[in-house]
């Protein structure tokens, strides 16, 4: 088992969407593709305000939120998406990342 057929392996009657945010549009293409191949139901956004407006209108069950976006910071996402829907599961890639980011 390498780990990627529990990333498949969706329960019956599961919420898959997913909300990739990402202002690199190739990567952004990329990550949608892999993540609908294994199930997800995905929605993608290549600015905060685009992916603000997306949280509010169908918050999603998961996201993938890049820290530093061209209109501002990705955490301002995920302050979207935790209005509408506490429990969301959201992953930050960075290379911008430091500890007091981490903790926030």
């Known amino acids: 088992m390498t780990g990627d057929e529990n990333i498949g392996a969706m329960v019956e009657g599961e919420d898959t969407s997913l909300l990739v945010v990402d202002d690199d549009k190739p990567f952004l293409t990329r990550l949608a593709r892999a993540m609908e191949a294994r199930g997800f139901v995905v929605e993608t956004a290549e600015s905060v305000e685009e992916a603000v407006a997306k949280a509010r209108a169908n ?45 926030t």
């Open 59 to 103: 918050p999603p069950a998961y996201a993938v939120v890049d820290m530093r976006l061209g209109d501002g910071n990705g955490l301002d996402v995920v302050a979207a998406i935790r209005e509408k829907r506490e429990d969301s599961r959201t992953i930050i890639p960075t290379g911008y990342g430091n500890i007091a980011t981490a903790v």
